[in-house]
């Protein structure tokens, strides 16, 4: 009964002209933002590879004498060609006791359809334009009917209402959902020919569970058409309602929230906990030291008013006043600075809860919903950068735990060496080496380090890695919300079914 | 075969569409219903086909009540609404068809299996259809041609055919001549014979005076909500109907009884 009812609704919306050019629409769309979502994909591949190999060289020929700065550097995610997600920054310097500092992705910069906002990715394509897609199916699906008098006919026949309503329910899930799918799995298996290394459990799980989510959101949107083409008899006014409702789901309330309600949520909160923590450094490294402007470094600090300010430190006469200033820093500033990223971390968990909020308050907006839950999917949410920041923090730790920090009292700048014994070279005894001239202070190391009493081990770098998520895991991320998700769609279709009982069909 | 009892009508606006109407139609019969517009005749038809409910009073299809089960009662019935677009889409062939799967395994579900004689015939589903559409007389280049292309006739040929695919033994026709051209509506008045002459019960609602006369077994003129005559062929026979017509229109006659002794008990309860 349902298979022939199906069959003819899919038939029927096979025939319809209007549909036919917004499924080939469709597919053109789909086409070029893969294409060139994957080209940026390749170009952040490549970045990747270009960076890791400089830090890893930087980091070997450290015997020059470099500065080595090393870098916890973000794998690119191949998802990204669907949910560009949170802007998470391929690159983070790691400075011992310092905050993890953030070095800006080059990759956005000279790309015309990166918007901040509305990023170019198919989770685009599919809230914006698929989304329409499916009301302009289906806004006449019931009152079209009406009006060529087959609804009158079909009721002739002892068939439930609820049976009209899964016709067209499913009549529309399925032919977006078919039109969906296919692009959908091309696009993989390209992708997969395109990348090798690529396939990967994780991988298809993303995969699953992102097809999933369109499929919940198709199956949503399909009910609201439904259900407002049984709010009126004309197809002409339900094609208006069809689209004041996108309008409102797509735009006027995000866009609500974006510029009204989370810069409140923002402001207010955000800035408090970063002057709190702020003033308290700012505080204590309010210190004064000689400044010698020959010998200077940047420290970069946390300050209370804005990001960040450069601190500049120096010494004149002797290195003891540098030497104060830096067991000053260990004591007093850096412990604090451990303070400084508590707080940051909670800067971002407190972001994280806002937009949570965000998805239990506009529950009911299913674009917003599909946003973030293919965001936590595809492994780029803020929740994400929060685990990349810790993991490059983790990197530090290590770095640390290698004796880092031994050779940062040294000399900033030669930081990476950990010379075994160190002991032996104290200030003291480099100042009298190079009897006041710090200009010979890098040849003068040089020298003493290529010493064979001073060993010179290069830490050992791990790379980062970017974290694989179980199904366990994926499905932790988004249960939540996933249930949301099928409670609206439920409640969606009591509500259409309720309405078209009562509906007149004559 | 179908009896409407005391049937009242009130839409939702207030205003009283149907009061007590009583109609009783014997197998086999074409019934016409005559009024002017506004009478209540769609009413009538709607509330039988279950699209509007009754604020009063029942149905009877043979001994099925709408009331009790209107589900089994739209087995028994077929619709035929005054402007038949159908899906323009597709073919009328392909119309048929899929009105044709429906009824089919509605009917299979309703049995719970005694599929319908005439579908497991010799007959393949596809020569059955097409000679179903043969039948009611839409030529054959157009069998397979998109509705969009059909003249009014022709869809309503092809309205016919989908409410004889259904196999009810009650049609209801509402206002199946408007808009037909003499031609058509020539064809469709020979087939609605042909169909009394199979054994099925017509119901149609008119405004046309002169088909009503030649064609109808039975005309109930209705005025304002209300049925105020109903007379046989013969009865008519000898009178000149357009007049009784306008006498009851403009109020000149009193309305008839409304229990007339010759069409009770005729449904056995
Ligand atoms: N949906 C409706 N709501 C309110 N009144 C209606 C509705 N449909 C019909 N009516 C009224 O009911 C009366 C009978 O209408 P109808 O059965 O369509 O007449 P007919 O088919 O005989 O021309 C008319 O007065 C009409 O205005
Ligand atoms: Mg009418």
New interface residues.
Partial sequence: ?LK??LE?EL??LL??KRIYTTVIMFLLLFVSIFVVRVIDYQKQVNQYIDDVLQNEEGLRSAENYSFINPRAIQQPIVFSIYNDGFKIPRVLNIQYYEPIIYAESLNEEDNIFFIDNNQLDITFLITFFLSLFILLISYDSVNGEK????L?????????RQTFILKKMFGVFFFVAITFTIPYVISFVSIIYMFVNILSINFLLSAFFYWLLTMLFILFFSLLGIFISCCSTNPNRSLVYSLLVWILFRIVLPISWDYIIYPRLYDEQVLHLRTIQGDKQYEKTRVEFDVNPHWSGNFIQYSGEGFYNSWVFAFKETMDGRDQLLRYMYDEVYPLTFEVEQARDDVIRYLINTENVKNWVFFFNPIVLFNNLSMKITGNSRGDYLRFLHSARELRNELVSLGIEEGWLLDYRFNAYVPEKYNVLDYDVLYEQVEGDYERMGEFVHEFIGDDRYEMRLPVFRRYEQPIYSFGEIFERIFVYLVLFVVSIVVLWVMTWRKFLKY??? | MLKIVELCKTYEDGILALHNVCIDIVKGQIFALLGANGAGK?TTI?II????PASDGDIWVDDISLKDNP??M??K???L?E????????TGY?NLK??A???H??KR??EKGNISENMEKSLSQKEYLTQILRDVGLQDDFIHVNISKYSKGMRQKV?IA?ALV?DAPLLLLDEPFSGLDPKAAYDFQKLLYKLRNEGKTILMSTHDIFRAKEMADIICIMKEGEVVMTKTRDELESEDLNKIYLDYIEGRVAPMPLNMPSISNFVVR
């Fill in positions: 009964m022939s009812l003819h038939n029927n025939k319809s009006r060529v008098g087959t009158r006919i079909l009721m002739t026949y002892p068939l439930k007149d069909v004559r | 769609s709607n086909c279950g699209f509007i589900r089994l739209r087995s019935i077929a619709y609404s402007n038949v677009m159908l899906y323009d889409n597709f392909q899929f009105f799967d429906i009824s395994s509605e579900k309703l309205g989908i259904k």
